[in-house]
Antibody, heavy 120, light 104 residues
């Protein structure tokens, strides 16, 4: 069974940094592209970032580019999101998600999410 | 960046109704579109990918169609468990539509 478990969320002051982790199990982690998606309170889904299977190719939403960094450790089946210069508008539940298949055409598996609250 | 516009944003319906949600892309995305269902406190669930392919385990009352810039998600006979928010997502740049909330 595919499982994705996020961790690392919490309360952080504006301007601070936080690193989220996502541990994958039940599949060959190094085979799939991985994504971060977030949902601010009462708002819709916002795609944040993706990383290819080797950890070489990355993309970011305009809203986080230059502040967030996605990375992965395939040996530990773990995905990361390093967040810096955090703003109030970054407050959200952050989900990690796995592409459904080898082609990036759908997010087939999601974690339960971890809440990040940016507030003084 | 490719923008996705869903309509309507809110939809009131009854059990047994046929429901259609539209997603329009700002440029041609071929069939690189997926649909998700989201319920409060839960992670989104994949319903449809490649515009019209039903994800394994999803009831057949859900269907997707379209290509290029216009896509639809149809629920043929709305069930109580289908009251939720639905999102489309494009896979040229991974952005989501703004969502459609289906209410009783």
């Amino acid at each position: 069974e595919v499982q994705l478990v996020e961790s690392g969320g919490g309360l952080i002051q504006p301007g601070g940094s936080l690193r989220l982790s996502c541990s994958g199990s039940g599949f060959s982690f190094s085979t799939y592209w991985m994504h971060w998606v977030r949902q601010a309170p009462g708002k819709g889904l916002e795609w944040v970032s993706r990383i290819d299977s080797e950890g070489i190719g990355t993309n970011y939403a305009d809203s986080v580019r230059g502040r967030f960094t996605i990375s992965r450790d395939n040996a530990k089946s773990t995905l990361f999101l390093q967040m810096s210069s955090l703003r109030a508008e970054d407050t959200a539940v952050y989900y990690c998600a796995r592409d459904l298949g080898r082609i990036s055409e759908a997010l087939g598996y999601w974690g339960q999410g971890t809440l990040v609250t940016v507030s003084s | 960046d490719i923008q996705l516009t869903q309509s309507p944003s809110f939809l009131s319906a009854s059990v047994g109704d046929r429901v259609t949600i539209t997603c329009r892309a700002s440029q041609d995305i071929r069939s690189y579109l997926a649909w998700y269902q989201e319920k409060p406190g839960k992670a989104p669930k994949l319903l449809i990918y490649a515009a019209s392919t039903l994800q394994s385990g999803v009831p057949s009352r859900f269907s997707g169609s379209g290509s290029g810039t216009e896509f639809t998600l149809t629920i043929s006979s709305l069930q109580p468990e289908d009251f939720a928010t639905y999102y489309c997502q494009q896979f040229y740049g991974w952005t989501f539509g703004q969502g459609t909330k289906v209410e009783i």
